[in-house]
Structures are given as C-alpha cells and as structure tokens.
C-alpha cells in the first residue's frame, strides 16, 4: 500500500511537470514518454494503491483520510487546482500530502487506537515536512520563478521563504525534542 501510493504520489507530480521539469533541466520520470502511457503508469500505480488499501477500509476514518490524501495528492501537481502554484496553501497541501496524511493512514491502518503520542508524531512529521519542502522550494526557486511556477518560496520571495524556513527547522527541533520526551513518559522511561 504504501509503496504503491507513494509511486503514484511522485508520478503525478511528474506526470503534471513533464513540460516544467523539461524548461528547468530537472530529471523527470515520464521525459520522451507517450503522454498516454505517463498517465496509464500513474494510473496503475493509484489502482495498485486502492486495491491494497482494501483490507483497511472497514477501519475507523481510514478511507476519509485515503480520500483527502488521494485528492491532496492529485490537486498538488494537476490543473486546474494545481495547488503547488498557490503559495502558502499549497505549501500546506504539500505538507499534508507528503507527511501527515500518509502518517495518519499509518496509524488509523495499524493502531489500536489514536493517542497522544500519535497526535505527537503527526505535529512532528507536519513540521518535518514543513522544513523539508520549503528546503526544496528554496532550491528550485531560481528555475520555478524563471518558468513562471508561482511556488510559496516564488511568491513570499527568498527572504522571507529563508526567514520562514529558519523557523520552521527549529520548530522541528523542537518538536523532535517534545515527541522524544512525550514518547518516554508514555513508555514510562
């Protein structure tokens, strides 16, 4: 399941910047590719996802999260919402979509119930992701401004993306601290 739906993540988003990726001199998995078959390979690994994620279904919340994933997921790269253009909405899309909603189908899938501590982890893993896409965005500004990709970095400009980003790396610190200790008072170290 989770191979299967973090494929179709990636290849919907190269599916979406084949002509981008292409301006930019990025790496893409579908260049020279039939249009056709990017969407049939994409589209195969979306089934593939759906089909594993049958046995956990009848879990609590489990298919709404898959819902909303799913659309975080294809609304991030694909028109006409293609939130990655949308600043500081589409940064937090991506984040829900890279992080905290595959990690809350994690936990709705395997645990017993959700705790704290899974409440912990997933604040964690948004500010992880928050860090690591605006690393990102601030990498590829310099081409995203050029091909015209209206990213938050684009948008807020570097320096208040890199004030931004400081930020957001020393909440996850912090956050790595607080999820450390809250995990030992739950195991009781």
Known sequence: FSTAMTGYGYFVNDLADQVVAHQQ??????HGMARGAAWAI????LLA???????????PGFAAALAGWVFCSSAYSLPPLRWKERGALGLAVTVAAQQVLPMLLLFLG???VLDWGAGLFLIYAGLRGLSSDLGHQL???AGDARTGTQ?????AGKRLAEMVYALSLE???MATAVFILGSSCLSGR
């Open 42 to 45: 994409t589209g195969g690994f």
């Open 25 to 30: 001199g990025k790496p893409n998995a579908f």
């Open 49 to 59: 996802g759906l089909l594993c994620a049958l046995p956990f279904l009848a879990r």
């Open 151 to 155: 990213t938050f970095a684009v948008r």
């Open 171 to 173: 909440l996850e610190r």
């Open 139 to 141: 990498r590829d500004a």
């Open 110 to 112: 395997l645990a017993p």
